[in-house]
C-alpha cells in the first residue's frame, strides 16, 4: 500500500555534508546539529527578525476532513510529522520545520482539525474533538500521504496526538519528542479534585464548560488567546505579527466547536461518539509507549510546571530522555526552536 521511505538523504547530498563535516573536523552524525544551530541563529537575533508564514498551504482528503498541511525538506526523506497545540496552530513550527528540512527531513506540518484550513468534508459530520479522533485524523494524514512511519513530535494537544499513535500504533511511529512527557487522557482519573493552585491553572475549561464559556470564546477568541499565550509562556516577548500570523487559524468555522467539545469531553459534560468507545477505553488503561522517546519540559511554563520525567517514567518502556530547558515556556517548538529540532534528529538516532 505504501511507498518505501528511503532511510536517507540522497547520494549528491550525502557528498556534499560529508564534505562540510571534514572541513569542520565533524563526523556526520554530528552534521545536522551543526547545521540547525547555524539555521536558528541566536536567540536574540531569532527574535528580532518579522514572523514569517509557513506557505503554502496544501489540501488532502483524509478521512471525514480535508487537511490543510505544511511540507518542506526532500519528498525521499525520513518523514517528520509536527503536531500544535491549543491556542495555536502550525506556526509553532515557523522555525523548526526549515531546520529539519535543511538537513534531509520530509517535514509535515498539518492543521489540526478545526484550525486553519482543516474543513469537514461532510455538514453533517459531529464536531468531535475527544483524544482518540484526533490521532486517527493523523494516521488517515499519513495513508493519504503515502507515509507508512514517521517521526512524532508535539506538545499540547499535539503531544498528546503523538502518545496516542506511539502507543496503539507503534509500527506507524519511528520515535517521538513529546513536550510535558506522558499526556494521554483518562477521563474517570480527569473527575478527581486536583489542589486549588493546580485548578486554577485550568480555569479555562471550567469556563468552557458553561454556555456563557461558549459564548465568550466565540466572541472573544483572539483575546483569549493572547491572554493564553502569555500565563503559558511568561518569558516569550512575541510580538503582535507573530500572534496575528497564528490567530488566523482560529477563523476556522468550526475552531470553537472542536474547542468547546475537547475541554467537556474530558470533563465528562459532552460525550464522544460510541464508535470511539473501544478506542477510549484501551487509551484510558494508560498504554506503555515502547517507541524511542524524548520528553521535554520548560521551566518557565505556566500551565504545566516542569519535572523530572519520573511521575510518568513506567509509561515508557523503550530507550527515553527526558531533559528541562531554561526560561522556555508551553509553546516549547517556537520559543525554542533550535533545542526543538536538535530533539527530534537526536532521537531518531536512537
Excluded at 528511503?6 to 556526520?28: C, D, V, W, Y
Excluded at 552534521?31 to 528580532?48: S, T
Excluded at 479522533?133 to 507515509?147: G, P, R, T, Y
Excluded at 487522557?185 to 464548560?209: C, D, I, M, S, T
Aim: aromatic share 10%.
Amino acid at each position: 500500500m505504501f511507498k518505501k521511505q528511503p532511510e536517507t538523504i540522497n547520494g549528491q547530498r550525502r557528498h556534499l555534508l560529508t564534505g562540510a563535516a571534514a572541513t569542520a573536523g565533524l563526523s556526520m552524525a554530528q552534521l545536522p546539529f551543526m547545521q540547525v544551530a547555524q539555521a536558528a541563529g541566536a536567540d536574540a537575533d531569532r527574535r528580532m527578525r518579522p514572523a514569517q508564514a509557513l506557505a503554502p498551504i496544501r489540501q488532502i482528503q483524509a478521512g471525514e476532513l480535508d487537511i490543510g498541511y505544511f511540507e518542506a525538506g526532500p519528498a525521499n526523506g525520513k518523514p517528520v510529522i509536527l503536531l500544535h497545540g491549543w491556542p495555536y496552530d502550525i506556526h509553532s513550527y515557523a522555525e523548526v520545520a526549515p531546520m529539519l528540512a535543511a538537513v534531509g527531513y520530509r517535514v509535515i506540518v498539518p492543521h489540526l482539525r478545526g484550525h486553519g484550513t482543516t474543513r469537514f468534508l461532510s455538514d453533517r459530520s459531529f464536531r468531535n474533538a475527544q483524544q482518540s479522533v484526533v490521532a486517527l485524523d493523523i494516521i488517515a494524514l499519513m495513508d493519504a500521504l503515502q507515509i507508512e512511519k514517521a517521526i512524532l513530535a508535539g506538545y499540547d494537544w499535539g503531544a498528546r496526538t503523538a502518545n496516542i499513535i506511539a502507543a496503539l500504533w507503534p509500527a506507524r511511529c519511528k520515535a517521538m519528542v513529546s513536550v510535558n512527557g506522558y499526556l494521554i487522557n483518562n477521563l474517570e482519573r480527569n473527575k478527581l479534585p486536583l489542589a486549588p493552585k493546580v485548578e486554577h491553572g485550568w480555569w479555562y475549561q471550567f469556563y468552557f464548560a458553561t454556555d456563557r464559556g461558549q459564548a465568550g470564546y466565540e466572541k472573544y477568541r483572539r483575546e483569549f488567546a493572547n491572554l493564553i499565550w502569555k500565563v503559558n509562556s511568561p518569558t516569550w516577548q512575541f510580538d503582535d505579527a507573530t500572534f496575528e500570523r497564528s490567530a488566523a487559524s482560529f477563523d476556522n468555522p468550526d475552531y470553537v466547536s472542536i474547542v468547546i467539545h475537547n475541554y467537556r469531553w474530558r470533563l465528562s459534560v459532552a460525550k464522544g461518539d460510541p464508535k470511539y468507545d473501544a478506542l477510549e477505553q484501551r487509551l484510558a488503561a494508560g498504554p506503555v509507549i515502547g517507541v524511542p522517546t524524548i520528553t521535554i519540559d520548560g521551566d518557565a511554563d505556566g500551565v504545566a510546571p516542569a519535572s523530572d520525567g519520573q511521575a510518568y517514567a513506567s509509561k515508557f518502556s523503550g530507550k527515553r530522555t527526558h531533559r528541562v530547558l531554561k526560561g522556555v515556556g508551553h509553546n516549547l517548538p517556537q520559543e525554542a526552536p533550535h533545542e526543538f529540532a536538535k530533539a527530534v534528529i537526536e532521537v531518531d538516532s536512537y
